[in-house]
């Protein structure tokens, strides 16, 4: 008998496993993949046995606990473990026409607490990522100034630094679910999602340097980048919390996310938290740029179209179960998710197990922090039963998610952006967790 | 990385700096930190253009002249007639759509002001090579596509003198953000009626979902990911047609490439890709080796010639450099002998 190949072995067990529940197909291929490395590692002419996936478990000692591990800075900047190669961010290919102009998911049904990891924060731009040397980085302040200024990155990093946790989320998530569901993971539906600790400098301790002129009322800021992405922000925005930030959790910022500087709006549509910034400028009146004309403005049922949908209401998702979190056991079961909102912090969550006719008031977990991800937790029994489970957050400003039917009552289905409604999922009593919507 | 300045301090230095530093520190208010920007710099920088016309440059441009530079920079993504080729936007027709089920956003039919135009064609495009348009070129393309979409005639003279005043078909689509627009009592028992509830299911086969199999990753869970899948279910529907047998593609033997090759692919990845990926504008796609076959027997220098100097003809279109005048004629043949070698 020959050893069969690795593929051959995958794609024999997808195969068996299509008939089977999730939970079974979990554990088929979880044993399936024990066959594949036990066959690789023997490299002989059987199959291994059934009892060498059991050899690293009580009462036997683990192979790692037997030999020598690598040892310091192997990796000089540490990777996951192997184990977790499938934690990584994806793209839904066919949203855009190419990788260099396109945005790609966090796997926010993988994270736990409320940071992202740098390496997992969705990417979204408009010409690539840019190669900048921060020697030659600079950013210009000119317009309705006393005084135009240029900054080095070391001038930037000279001014006393703030820190804060902010999400950040593109108005577009969500947004392929207007007209009905049609993605089948977590991922797709919410992942256009992440929230860093972000630091910088108050833009507005900035323009002070350069010498705000009263007439200032907006400004443009724009991109190093191919794309030169350019957006115009109020100045009551700008005084009150823009921060222009060169480093998150604790390293400087990534090429993706706009090394070596980039703007953030705290709570407001991602596009305006410009990238590789450059250049602000501040004039009278806004610049009507494509990314705020074309593009980022909300169609109506009309025709008419809503322009400066600045600010990322209300919104919440069950993390856990999820399609990508199937429940694998009946019995005890923590529901979580993540509620955010761009105006403000989120005061409570309530959850659904009947699709939205009763709801149960979520317990908030961890830090509660203004304009950051914030989760929520709801401890209970599953026993087989099936579930339409939702959750729904409400704001310090007393808004409270709605529900699909009333932003398409109100708005239509054409708007492509801000769509922040209760999600369901469908929980069969195999375990197994759809994406419906409820009319 | 930013610091070069070293320092070193020696313990009487340290000593003498501790005495006079009670006295000395003091919180400071007035930062001083930063370099005048000279009026030379903010206007090499100084590129966006508003709809009353602040920023425009002095110059104009027309259609008639417009049409060949659209057709040389533009047209191999957006149309020869602005309707768009695969996924990259339509700049024309639409009108009228915008209240129907499918709406049609273009230029003409959505688009507020026409400084939009001529500041986004300035600042990003064409797409493979940004800010390489003079602003002669910049204004005949804008007025060109103003003209497809019907907003000024064939032979106006669009300048920084006359620009803001072309008015745009729906200026006054547009209505300043008015949220929150809808109000959902925080209800907790008998919110709906279950008997009314319909349940709708996700469509099936759009999503990349090969995470959900340990180990594994969809195919489809990336671009060239998603043409393979796209080619293959093509592949599938011919076959269901002529009922010929599906032949599963031999995998390739790894062949050395030149050295030659192997510094191409940075260019080919950064220039030559958008296109030579996707087979945009009757580009041949790398991955398709049945469209070189007939390109290879004519000899790698006409295919390198080609590259340089640009080509035009039934197979598709390209411009020279495919547009990227920056790249040596050195970068462009190693990324052209990627391409070659990467059919071997």
Known sequence: ?439 | MFKSLKLSFSATLVASVAAGAISSVTYAQEYNIGASASAQEIAGWDIDIRPDGMGLPVGSGNAVDGEETYETFCASCHGVFGEGEGRWPVLTGGEGTLAEERPVKTVGSYWPYASTLFDYIRRAMPFTAPMSLDDQQVYDITAYVLYMNDIIEEDFELSNENLAQVSMPNEDGFFVDDRPDVSNPRCMVDCADPEKMMLQSSLAGVTPIGHFVEGADAPASSHSGQHDLEASKEADRKASITGEEIVAPVAKKAVAMSAAAIAGEATYKAACGVCHTNGLAGAPKVSDAGAWTQRLQQGTDLLITHALEGYAGNAGYMPAKGGRADLSDEAVTNAVLFMVESQH
């Open chain 1, 1 to 439: 008998m020959t050893t069969p190949s690795t593929q051959q072995l995958m794609q024999t067990m997808q195969g068996a496993s299509e008939h089977l529940s999730v939970s079974d197909r979990r554990e088929f291929l979880r044993r399936g993949m024990s066959y594949v490395a036990g066959a690789a590692a023997v490299g002989g002419t059987t199959i291994a046995s059934a009892a060498s996936l059991t050899s690293n478990l009580p009462p036997n000692e683990p192979q790692w606990g037997r030999q020598l591990g690598t040892g310091v800075v192997e990796n000089p900047y540490g990777l996951p473990s192997r184990h977790e190669a499938q934690v990584v961010r994806r793209t839904v290919p066919w949203l855009t026409a190419e990788s260099i102009s396109s945005i790609s998911m966090s796997p926010i049904q993988d994270l736990k607490g409320i940071i992202t990891p740098n390496g997992l924060v969705f990417e979204r731009y408009h010409a690539g990522v840019p190669d900048i040397n921060p020697d030659e980085h600079r950013l210009m302040i000119h317009g309705l100034v006393d005084n135009p200024l240029i900054f080095t990155m070391e001038d930037l990093m000279r001014f006393p630094s703030v820190s804060q946790i902010k999400f950040i989320e593109c108005p577009a998530n969500g947004g392929m679910e207007w007209r009905g569901p049609q993605m089948e993971a977590l991922q797709f539906t919410h992942g256009m999602l992440s929230c860093c600790e972000w630091t910088g400098v108050p833009l507005k301790v900035l323009l002070d340097a350069a010498g705000l002129q009263t007439e200032g009322k907006w400004i443009l800021a724009e991109g190093a980048d191919g794309a030169h992405m350019s957006r115009s922000i109020p100045i009551e925005k700008v005084l009150d919390d823009t921060l222009v930030v060169y480093a998150q959790n604790g390293e400087m910022l990534r090429p993706e996310q706009g090394y070596p500087l980039r703007l953030l709006n705290p709570g407001w549509e991602g596009n305006t938290s410009i990238k590789w910034l450059r250049r602000i400028e501040v004039g009278d009146k806004p610049w009507h740029h494509r990314e705020e004309t074309s593009k980022y403005t909300d169609l109506m049922a009309d025709g008419r179209a809503r322009r400066f949908t600045f600010v990322q209401e209300c919104n919440s998702v069950i993390t856990s179960p999820c399609p990508e979190n199937p429940i694998l056991r009946k019995g005890f079961i923590e529901v979580e998710g993540l509620a955010w909102t761009g105006r403000g912090t989120i005061k409570g969550v309530d959850v659904s197990f009947d699709g939205g006719v009763s709801w149960r008031p979520a317990k908030l977990k961890g830090l509660v922090l203004d304009k950051a991800l914030t989760r929520f937790s709801f401890t209970t029994q599953w026993q087989g039963e099936p579930w339409l489970i939702q959750s729904r957050a409400y704001d310090e400003t007393g808004y409270v998610q709605p529900t699909l039917a009333q932003l398409r009552e109100q708005r239509g289905v054409n708007s492509i952006y801000h769509k922040n409604s209760i999600h369901t999922w469908q929980v069969a009593p195999t375990g197994e967790v759809k994406n419906v919507q409820i009319t």
